[in-house]
């Protein structure tokens, strides 16, 4: 895929795209270049024109189904074959959250607490 997108790079630049511009491309960018990737990516495109493979491609993907089709249904139950003692739930006890006096005096409107020079 990085051949391809080295490939890619250099033809929209106006080069021509041999595998030297390839290579040196991808150690420009940090990776390393593999040699058999880029010589059957070269036999397979060759000098055919980017803009053709593109509209070629998007004509393929217009038939590959994608979205969201909702899926299928949930699966059936399961048989009846257990033991009563075998299936017992966990009950899961939630902790309650308390309130916790931080301290401080202060209401969180910035006036003391017990000053009441509030309207509310």
Same mark, same amino acid.
């Given at each position: 895929m990085k051949e391809l997108a080295a490939l890619m790079?250099?033809?929209? $630049?106006?080069?021509s795209g041999s595998a030297e511009e390839i290579t040196a491309v991808l150690v420009a960018? @940090?990776? $390393?270049a593999?040699?058999?990737a880029i010589s059957t990516l070269l036999e397979d495109v060759g000098d055919k024109d980017l803009s053709e493979l593109l509209a070629t491609g998007m004509g393929k993907l217009k038939d590959v189904p994608?979205?969201?089709?909702? @899926?299928?249904g949930?699966?059936?139950?399961?048989?009846?074959?257990?033991d $009563? *003692?075998?299936a017992e739930e966990k009950v899961e006890e939630k902790a309650e959250e308390e309130e916790v006096d931080m301290g401080g005096g202060m209401s969180m409107f910035g006036?003391?607490?017990? $000053?009441? *020079?509030?309207d509310y």
């Open positions: 790079l250099l033809k929209i $630049a106006g080069k960018g @940090g990776g $390393a593999d040699e058999a994608m979205g969201g089709s909702g @899926g299928g949930g699966g059936g139950g399961g048989g009846g074959g257990g $009563a *003692g075998e006036e003391e607490e017990g $000053a009441g *020079g509030g």
